[in-house]
């Protein structure tokens, strides 16, 4: 880490209405410990990244840290928190006031395609999250961020067709979409030619939206789940 981006990452004191110095103060401090973890975990991997080096990126006392995190798994777990908020949040801006839903899909995955090429999001989100937070954590912090967006999404597409499913369908279809997305994410990331992966993805998911488009248009229905049920 170069000493500029240690020098923005030093510790500010932000004037904020209503809020002691102190409060300020260890926001400011909390922040900064992200901050410095994010670019030294994507620099350099978990294992390899000590927390007495984010200290001194921080220019804080290590008691200062362990007075926000509990250690270095904690602090990677905020990390990991932050950049899955920012991508959930730069896949929702391009869905909005889109109103086609087979454009929005389109949008939508174009959007995540981008995200899974960062260098922050790779390392810390794909890479390095299912081991450091364990398999189950991680599912349950990446369904709490993103899967909100496919469904979003699922919702959109199958309301393009007179289609009649209730939420337990809407659901089953969106968990298969997120699975899916969540795996073509981890082959674009994991890519030599992470480009050319996209470009494959997006192909696919397109073949695969143009089915269902062509379905809603010409009014065929889709299976419910209740006639396997019954048989």
């Given at each position: 880490?170069?000493?500029?981006?240690?020098?923005?990452?030093?510790?500010?004191?932000?004037?904020?209405p209503?809020?002691?110095?102190?409060?300020?103060?260890s926001a400011?401090?909390?922040?900064?410990l992200?901050?410095?973890?994010?670019?030294l975990?994507?620099?350099?991997?978990?294992?390899?990244?000590?927390?007495?080096?984010?200290?001194?990126?921080a220019?804080?006392?290590?008691?200062?840290?362990?007075?926000?995190?509990?250690?270095?798994?904690?602090?990677?777990e905020?990390?990991f928190?932050?950049?899955e908020s920012?991508?959930?949040?730069?896949?929702q801006?391009?869905?909005r006031?889109e109103?086609?839903?087979?454009?929005?899909?389109?949008?939508?995955?174009?959007?995540f395609?981008?995200?899974?090429?960062?260098?922050?999001?790779?390392?810390v989100?794909?890479?390095e999250?299912?081991?450091?937070?364990?398999?189950?954590?991680?599912?349950?912090?990446?369904?709490?961020?993103?899967?909100?967006?496919?469904?979003?999404?699922?919702?959109?597409?199958?309301?393009?067709g007179?289609?009649?499913?209730?939420?337990?369908?809407?659901?089953?279809?969106?968990?298969?979409f997120?699975?899916?997305?969540?795996?073509?994410?981890?082959?674009?990331?994991?890519?030599?030619?992470?480009?050319?992966?996209?470009?494959?993805?997006?192909?696919?998911?397109?073949?695969?939206l143009?089915?269902?488009?062509?379905?809603?248009?010409?009014?065929?229905?889709?299976?419910?789940?209740?006639?396997?049920?019954?048989a």
């Amino acid at each position: 880490m170069t000493k500029s981006s240690v020098h923005k990452l030093v510790p500010k004191v932000p004037g904020v209405p209503g809020a002691s110095r102190r409060a300020q103060y260890s926001a400011s401090t909390k922040r900064a410990l992200i901050d410095v973890a994010e670019e030294l975990f994507t620099e350099n991997g978990y294992a390899a990244t000590s927390l007495d080096s984010i200290v001194a990126g921080a220019r804080v006392t290590k008691g200062a840290l362990y007075h926000h995190f509990s250690g270095k798994q904690a602090l990677f777990e905020a990390v990991f928190e932050r950049v899955e908020s920012n991508a959930s949040k730069a896949i929702q801006k391009s869905l909005r006031g889109e109103r086609d839903p087979w454009e929005k899909a389109m949008l939508g995955l174009r959007a995540f395609l981008g995200v899974v090429r960062e260098p922050t999001y790779r390392r810390v989100v794909i890479l390095e999250g299912p081991a450091v937070l364990g398999y189950a954590r991680f599912r349950e912090q990446e369904e709490r961020s993103t899967f909100a967006n496919v469904l979003e999404i699922v919702r959109s597409v199958l309301s393009a067709g007179k289609w009649d499913l209730d939420e337990d369908m809407l659901q089953t279809f969106a968990r298969i979409f997120f699975g899916a997305m969540s795996s073509a994410g981890e082959s674009v990331s994991g890519a030599d030619d992470r480009e050319a992966a996209a470009a494959r993805v997006e192909a696919a998911i397109s073949f695969i939206l143009m089915g269902f488009q062509s379905l809603a248009e010409a009014g065929v229905e889709l299976p419910t789940g209740a006639e396997q049920a019954e048989a």
